[in-house]
């Protein structure tokens, strides 16, 4: 997802400027935004996702099953593209590439190929018969839930159904199938809705990615970026693999998410229509302006909600794992801190170690790791050394001829095992200050 943010921010900006009531109204540019929203997006995280599985190979088959899946269902979209990576992956890592390797070394490109497009044809019906079919199956059940709560008027409690089906990213199954028909009905009668509020307010999303942003130093880049694309944009898709990863942060969303609806309710605060996406422009839109101050308190406290709830289960959890990780994880396997106080020689032999390629590492690379190497180049050409190249890396992605792996202190116990001896240096932050400066006195000295 985060290697695709860019995409999000794109289909967000074009949403809100773009549409019917946006600021400058254009159905072409609108049509684009929804073209890349249901289409190419699926189709880019199908082949990230497939890529980190089983290669080039494993993303064009993620890409395929994805076209299969969206062939029978529109509204299947970015779940088809999560679900598609790891299975079309997994399938050419342990299928596809050993039926390849065991054809002979002049055939190997045909059978790859070959074998390329059969399971291909494999992965999309599978698409299209078994994961359509049954996302169907779900939102059905959505439907009657939803229905029955509606009718006896247990708004608050929507959010226990409608939350966990955001994050498995139904939510247009849930906001454009469900409630805004029944949201019409009810514009038609009172002249606004309080249904267009429930899944599209990005308070309870806004609050949980605040969180980890304060929880999470080494990927505060990559959070700041996604708290735009969701509050602003309108784009909640972007927090939801943050709760798939970690069930626990259910509670406080809907917790968050029943708070803001009670309140929307209770003051009498609706929708003159529907919006998407659920952004903070798109809802002040449609709310007029009598009811500014109204959406604006629904959010803020589902933010706040979300907020304390969501930092109440990071901290315990990360109190447990501090206290489980270091019992569990080998010795050999633990990667070893660079002390930048007192600094031996490294020596192989009789060749004296040097510092020549530097890695600065965080969970995607993309975010505080690409700014963290950014400034560290500069510091170098400050200081005028040269022949040392700084790289940023996700941590499933680091190659093996790194001398020094740069981390944000709290991200190196998931640091993976197979770093080997490379040598570690755990920083309070990736974007510089005392300890840059420990660091370049640190290779000074080693290189001469």
């Not at 995280?45 to 529109?74: D, F, H, P, R």
């Not at 040269?386 to 790194?402: K, N, S, T």
């Amino acid at each position: 997802m985060m290697d695709n943010i860019g995409i999000f921010i794109f289909v967000g900006l074009l949403s809100v400027i773009f549409q019917e009531n946006g600021w400058f109204p254009n159905e072409d540019m609108y049509a684009i935004s929804q073209l890349v929203y249901k289409y190419l997006l699926p189709v880019c995280i199908a082949y990230t996702g497939g890529i980190k599985w089983g290669i080039q190979t494993g993303g064009i088959l993620a890409v395929l099953m994805t076209a299969g899946c969206v062939s029978a269902n529109e509204s299947a979209g970015i779940l088809a593209g999560m679900l598609a990576a790891p299975a079309a992956g997994l399938c050419w890592k342990y299928a596809g590439e050993p039926l390849k390797k065991r054809a002979g070394s002049g055939m190997q490109m045909l059978a790859g190929n070959l074998l390329t497009g059969m399971l291909g044809c494999v992965l999309a019906a599978a698409g299209y018969y078994a994961i359509a079919p049954g996302l169907r199956i779900v939102s059905g059940a959505l439907t009657r839930g939803i229905n029955a709560l509606v009718i006896h008027k247990m708004l608050g409690a929507l959010s226990i159904i409608v939350e966990p089906s955001k994050v498995l990213f139904l939510n247009n199954i849930v906001n454009h199938g469900i409630l805004v028909p029944m949201g019409m009905n009810q514009l038609m009668q009172e002249g606004q809705s309080v249904l267009f509020l429930v899944e599209t307010n990005p308070g309870p999303g806004f609050g949980l990615l605040l969180a980890l942003y304060c929880m999470a130093r080494e990927k505060r880049g990559e959070y700041t970026a996604a708290m735009a694309a969701q509050g602003a944009g309108g784009l909640h898709e972007v927090y939801f693999p943050e709760v798939i990863s970690n069930l626990w942060l259910l509670i406080p969303l809907m917790a968050a998410g029943a708070a803001g609806t009670e309140c929307f309710a209770r003051m009498g605060c609706g929708l003159q229509a529907p919006v998407s996406p659920g952004s903070v422009i798109t809802i002040f839109l449609m709310a007029g302006k009598g009811a500014w101050g109204k959406a604006a308190l629904g959010i803020v406290l589902s933010a706040v909600i979300s907020f304390a709830g969501s930092m109440l289960v990071l901290r315990i959890q990360k109190r447990i794992r501090r206290r489980t990780e270091k019992e569990l994880m080998p010795e050999s396997e633990r990667p070893q801190p660079m002390k930048t106080e007192s600094i031996p020689e490294r020596e192989e032999g009789n060749i004296m170690v040097k510092i020549q390629k530097i890695g600065f590492v965080c969970d995607a690379g993309v975010g505080s790791s690409a700014m963290g190497a950014a400034q560290f180049r500069r510091k170098l050409a400050q200081n005028r050394i040269e022949g040392i190249q700084v790289e940023a890396y996700a941590c499933d992605r680091i190659p093996e001829d790194l001398d020094l792996i740069v981390c944000q202190k709290d991200f190196l116990n998931l640091l993976p095992g197979g770093i080997g001896q490379t040598e570690v240096c755990p920083v309070e932050s990736l974007m510089g200050g005392a300890e840059f400066e420990k660091l370049l006195t640190v290779i000074q000295e080693r290189n001469g």
